[in-house]
């Protein structure tokens, strides 16, 4: 099976905002009395701000309404949002922009596959704005990962089958979605761990076509 597309989660695989949205929750948190560590932090990666909301509050002895945790999650975005004014393409992450130049040499298709909704602008602020063919993200998705949706909807404006997609994921949720979603995937940072992912690195640094090439003809 050839390769025509390769699908990227944004934070974690492209960039890292991940400090900023712990320092975003734990503001959140303190505020409403809520205990909230890093350890907790790392149970909301790929996790949609609404669910990762439900999982912060599960420590909490307070009864929030609907409307309630509305409020808090619009607060805890804007506190994120302001701390992204901070990057810059300096904070682009190693070895992804050799590897997307790489692929469009190849004419292999590339394309985002995130649950942020603040993905264009997070892409604006790195200078990547104009760098996919396809975007994915949270606001055009209704179920966020381990569901395949935003895999399936950047095949689709893609107009790839998803058998010829490889995934780059940095959480385990986001390699469970590009294999419930009939792809390959590749595990880099935190899912450098994943055992179901077909290939795993630490960072994109030595990643190249022929190693992804590889990972698409692995028989699932």
Not at 48 to 68: A, F, G, P, Q, T
Not at 92 to 115: E, F, H, M, Y
């Amino acid at each position: 099976m050839k390769i025509s597309a390769v699908i990227f989660d944004l934070d974690g695989v492209i960039v890292s905002t991940d400090e900023f949205h712990y320092q975003a929750w734990k503001q959140i948190s303190d505020q409403e009395k809520m205990y909230f560590n890093r350890e907790i932090n790392e149970r909301l990666r790929g996790v949609s701000r609404m669910e990762s909301l439900e999982i912060i509050l599960s420590h909490s002895d307070k009864n929030y309404s609907e409307k309630d945790k509305q409020l808090l999650a619009q607060r805890k975005n804007e506190v994120y949002c302001a701390l992204l004014n901070k990057l810059s393409p300096n904070d682009i992450l190693p070895g992804v922009i050799n590897l997307l130049l790489s692929l469009k040499a190849r004419d292999i298709k590339i394309a985002i596959g995130s649950s942020s909704k603040n993905t264009p602008f997070i892409l604006e602020q790195i200078g990547l704005a104009f760098s996919f063919n396809a975007i994915a993200d949270g606001n055009s998705i209704t179920n966020s990962k381990p569901d395949p949706e935003v895999f399936l909807l950047a095949a689709e404006k893609l107009g790839v089958a998803p058998e010829e997609c490889v995934v780059i994921e940095d959480a385990q949720a986001g390699i469970d979605a590009a294999i419930a979603a009939g792809m390959k995937a590749v595990g880099v940072g935190t899912a450098a761990s994943c055992v179901n992912a077909q290939l795993t690195l630490k960072d994109l640094s030595n990643l190249n076509i022929d190693q992804l090439i590889e990972v698409n003809e692995i028989r699932s």
